[in-house]
C-alpha cells in the first residue's frame, strides 16, 4: 500500500502545498501502532489474576471508563520486576518503526509518543531498541511488586475518550513553538478525542472505522513504512516546488 496525502473521506482539507516538515509535529500512540499487541494487555495476560479479563469486559460494554479500566487491571499485576522486565522484553516494535523515527529525525520533525498505557513499560521496551530518548506521555506505575498502581496526571474530565491520558489535552500543551501541523498516527480507542484536532491523520483498524465514520480525513496506513513513504512524498513535494521556485 502505498497511501498519498490526504485522502478519505471528504476529499483534501488542505493542499499538499501547505504541509511542511518545518511546521510538522508527530504524536504518536503506542500499542498497537508502534507495538503489534497491546503492551498492558500482553502483561495482564502473563502476570495478572484472571480476573483482569472480567474488567476488560466491563470497559468493552462502557460500563466503566478506559481510566478506571486501566487502574483496576494494573492493580491485579503480580509477579517480581524481573517477571515484569522478562514480558515487557519479548513485546517487539511494528517492523518500520526504527527507519520511521531516523527519517523523522534526518529531517528534523520531532516525535511525542502519547499513550494511555504504562510510561515504565514503554520506557523499557523504547530503550531495548536504541530509542530512550524519545519523549513519553503516559500513565505512572506506582508501589512495587505485589502492590502496583497506576498513577493518571493527564486525566481530564470531560475526555471524550474516557481515557486515563487525555491525549487532545497533550496535544493541546506539548505542541513545541513554532509547529502548528499536527501530524497523529493512532489505531484505537484512546485515539478518538486527539484525532478530529490532527491535519494530518494516519489510522489503522478502530481508529481508522472511527474517523470514517465521522466523515474525518485519514490517512489509512498498515505499517510505519507507509507512513515514512508518505510523509518522505511530502517533503519531496515541497523541495521540488522551491527548486522549481528558484528556478523561475
Ligand atoms: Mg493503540
Ligand atoms: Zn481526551
Not at 51 to 70: H, K, L
Not at 224 to 239: H, K, Q, S, Y
Amino acid at each position: 500500500m502505498a497511501p498519498s496525502i490526504p485522502q478519505g473521506v471528504g476529499g483534501p482539507r488542505k493542499r499538499s502545498a501547505d504541509f511542511d516538515g518545518r511546521l510538522m509535529h508527530i504524536f504518536c500512540d503506542f500499542d498497537g501502532t508502534i507495538t503489534r499487541c497491546d503492551t498492558t494487555d500482553y502483561v495482564l495476560s502473563r502476570l495478572a489474576r484472571p480476573e483482569w479479563e472480567e474488567v476488560e469486559a466491563e470497559w468493552t460494554a462502557g460500563r466503566i471508563t478506559a481510566a478506571a479500566c486501566m487502574r483496576r487491571q494494573v492493580g491485579m499485576i503480580q509477579g517480581s520486576d524481573d517477571e515484569l522486565h522478562a514480558a515487557l522484553d519479548s513485546v517487539e516494535l511494528d517492523p518500520g518503526f526504527l527507519a520511521f523515527v531516523a527519517w523523522c529525525e534526518a529531517e528534523d520533525i520531532p516525535i511525542t509518543i502519547v499513550s494511555d498505557g504504562v510510561r515504565q513499560f514503554i520506557d523499557r521496551i523504547l530503550a531495548r531498541h536504541g530509542l530512550q530518548h524519545l519523549p513519553v506521555v503516559a500513565n505512572q506505575l506506582a508501589g512495587s511488586a505485589g502492590r502496583r498502581r497506576l498513577e493518571q496526571p493527564w486525566m481530564r474530565e470531560g475526555c471524550a475518550a474516557g481515557s486515563g491520558v487525555c491525549k487532545c489535552a497533550v496535544a493541546a500543551q506539548e505542541t513545541p513553538k513554532g509547529r502548528n501541523t499536527m501530524v497523529f498516527i493512532g489505531d484505537g480507542r484512546s485515539d478518538f478525542c486527539v484525532s478530529g484536532r490532527a491535519d494530518i491523520l494516519f489510522a489503522k483498524s478502530k481508529l481508522a472505522e472511527y474517523a470514517a465514520s465521522r466523515g474525518k480525513m485519514f490517512v489509512p496506513f498498515d505499517t510505519f513504512d507507509d507512513v515514512t513513504v508518505a510523509l518522505a512524498d511530502l517533503a519531496e513535494d515541497r523541495r521540488v516546488r522551491a527548486a522549481r521556485a528558484q528556478a523561475l
